[in-house]
């Protein structure tokens, strides 16, 4: 399924990773059961807090905000690759979208599933691209998960009880010094 309208990548972009924000105004009357959606969002396996099993693989982070005294709704995101495949994977999550779906069932405009286009074109119109957009480190969300996978393996090593004698090769310093710091 091709998801873009226009072959353009809306939002701002900083190496290989992208900003994404969506506004919604929530139905009149339906702030409580937007934010009960959103709870129940929260409480699913990959997005509780302290999981990092989220559906969608490429993303860095992502946020609903209610505001306005809960008569609107902005979910901002950023994540890796093209707009095309983020797209791709947000409409093929299976139990995410059922989830996403709950909650723009409270907002205006939203006219639901299944009709995947009448949802590329809903999200499509309410994207907003930051005006500004920065990033406090570098890398994919893979690569990050590999770093995380190697120090912890470098860890390892350095409790091994014979690592010692290995660790004194000169080649290993850079490693022992960023290990100290």
Known sequence: MTTSTSGAQPGLSVGPTSEFSLLFRVKPGEGAAVGTALQHLQETPGYRPGDYGITIQTIHEA??????DDTRLAFI???????DVYMEDFFTSGPTLALFDAIFSHV???TGLPDLAAVVAFVSQSEVGAAAYARNYPGTVKEIKKAQRVNAAFE?????PQAAEALQHPALQPLLNEASS
């Open 108 to 110: 205006e405009g939203y």
């Open 156 to 160: 390892q090593v350095l409790d091994h």
């Open 63 to 68: 946020r609903f905000v209610l505001f306005d």
């Open 77 to 83: 995101t950023s994540f890796d690759g093209p707009w």
